[in-house]
Antibody
Framework: QVQLVESGGGVVQPGDSLRLSCAAS????????MHWVRQAPGAGLEWVAF????????YYADSVKGRFTMSRDNSKNTLYLQMNSLRAEDTAVYFC?????????????WGQGTLVTVSS | EIVLTQSPATLSLSPGERATLPCRAS??????IAWYQHKPGQAPRLLIY???NRATGIPARFSGSGSGTDFTLTITSLEPEDFAVYYC??????????FGGGTKVEIK
């Protein structure tokens, strides 16, 4: 079955960088666009970024544009999120999610998430 | 950016009761609405997409309706495992993709 496993979360200071990974299995990774979605403590869900199946096109939420970079390695079935200039408001659980139809804008399934805490 | 409003924030219901969860968009999104279920510590789960299509493996007690700006997720008879937070999400003219603030269905 489809499995998505995030890693790389941790505690960092404001201004630091962190790279998240998402290992995918159970489907043809190179055929599907992928998303990152986050949930701050006590808050709802926020879409962060999307990359097309081939990695050529990427889209970002305004809140992370210019600081976060999404990428993928189809040879390794792995998705990445490079987060630079981290702020306290970036503290959240970060989920990777497969695009339901490849480029549909729906998320299914999701990983379990990895926690990023930005604190001095 | 399209804003989705989910109200009330909390619904207190008993097992076996019918749950009706509304979602209102700040402008028309056609039928480009999905619904997700999220339980603490778990991955969110897609329930409904394109306003009324059930995702694979989703029980028939979950249904979605609506178009334009007003949408509804209905759970016909609440099972114990249905108590969770439910989010609507839109994909009209994305990016960005946006979510509503969520409705928590709690046990009364």
């Amino acid at each position: 079955q489809v499995q998505l496993v995030e890693s790389g979360g941790g505690v960092v200071q404001p201004g630091d960088s962190l790279r998240l990974s998402c290992a995918a299995s159970g489907f043809t990774f190179s055929n599907y666009g992928m998303h990152w979605v986050r949930q701050a403590p006590g808050a709802g869900l926020e879409w962060v970024a999307f990359v097309t199946y081939d990695g050529r096109n990427k889209y970002y939420a305004d809140s992370v544009k210019g600081r976060f970079t999404m990428s993928r390695d189809n040879s390794k079935n792995t998705l990445y999120l490079q987060m630079n200039s981290l702020r306290a408001e970036d503290t959240a659980v970060y989920f990777c999610a497969k695009d339901y139809g490849g480029n549909s804008g729906w998320f299914d399934p999701w990983g379990q998430g990895t926690l990023v805490t930005v604190s001095s | 950016e399209i804003v989705l409003t989910q109200s009330p924030a909390t619904l207190s219901l008993s097992p076996g009761e019918r749950a009706t969860l509304p979602c209102r968009a700040s402008q028309s999104v056609g039928r480009h609405i999905a619904w997700y279920q999220h339980k603490p510590g778990q991955a969110p789960r897609l329930l409904i997409y394109d306003a009324s299509n059930r995702a694979t493996g989703i029980p028939a007690r979950f249904s979605g309706s609506g178009s334009g700006t007003d949408f509804t997720l209905t759970i016909t008879s609440l099972e114990p495992e249905d108590f969770a937070v439910y989010y609507c999400q839109q994909r009209s003219n994305w990016p960005p993709l946006t979510f509503g603030g969520g409705t928590k269905v709690e046990i009364k």
